[in-house]
């Protein structure tokens, strides 16, 4: 019991937490990219299984990486950041947007605004994070993140749904709240902590490792148990 205690305490962010999560994105992916493998009539819920696997592993990879210290920068006010995460979410973002917002169907212009956008979003609260030697340089980031984000979610919930077939579209309407509650709760989690400063590094590392395992296991199970279903 006593190595074990003292290989967790010289983790990063609360380090049983990230090993849990690596455990759980790690047997996520090997669910989703089995069930890819084994389902050859629904091209659909195929797609999904393996976004979702591809996600879910590198997810675990940034996760199990961070526990041991690597990869991270401090900012201008000292606060330890993980680069990999914000590498991460540019990577994972515009394929979580891309299948919730069901932009496979959309025509070329959606398709590629939806992913710039969601890719300036990262871009955007990355610059947020690192570059705050002044406090109105941290804001100025981070309002553009949200302004940007909600061209994003436009894209995707509103302009694409016409797009949509029909028996699709409750499936549409459900991801699309999963959607908004994602980005509303990234949003909120880093205007407190890094904004406002009211969390510790340590509350905010578990705060977006909870995001994480929820916009990925959770958003990820339900997307794909309904296209499933659907389908």
């Known amino acids: 019991m006593e190595v074990i205690q003292e290989y967790f305490s010289g983790m990063e962010g609360n380090g049983a937490l990230r090993i849990g999560s690596f455990t759980l994105l790690f047997f996520s992916s090997v669910f989703f990219i089995t ?48 680069i990999l995460r914000y590498i991460n979410w540019g990577l994972n973002q515009p394929l979580v947007v891309w299948e919730a917002g069901f932009l496979s169907q959309a025509p070329f212009s959606s398709q590629f605004f939806a992913v710039i956008t969601a890719l300036l979003t990262v871009l955007s609260t990355s610059l947020a994070a690192f570059c705050t030697s002044k406090i109105w340089e941290f804001w100025a980031f981070y309002l553009g993140a949200v302004v940007i984000g909600f061209f994003t979610l436009y894209i995707s919930i509103f302009k694409n749904r016409r797009n949509i077939p029909m028996n699709f579209l409750g499936v549409h309407r459900i991801q699309s709240l999963l959607l908004c509650f994602l980005y509303t709760g990234y949003g909120l989690i880093f205007g407190f902590t890094d904004g406002l400063g009211m969390r510790s590094t340590e509350e905010t590392h578990i705060w977006y490792t909870s995001m994480d395992i929820t916009a990925l296991i959770l958003f990820g199970m339900t997307t794909f148990i309904m296209f499933n279903k659907v389908e």
């Open 35 to 82: 069930s890819y493998l084994l389902d050859d009539r629904k091209k659909r819920t195929k797609s999904i299984g393996y976004s979702y696997a591809y996600m879910c592993a590198a997810t675990s990879i940034v996760e199990f990486t961070m526990s041991m210290g690597f990869g991270y920068l401090f900012n201008g006010n000292h606060r330890k950041q993980f």
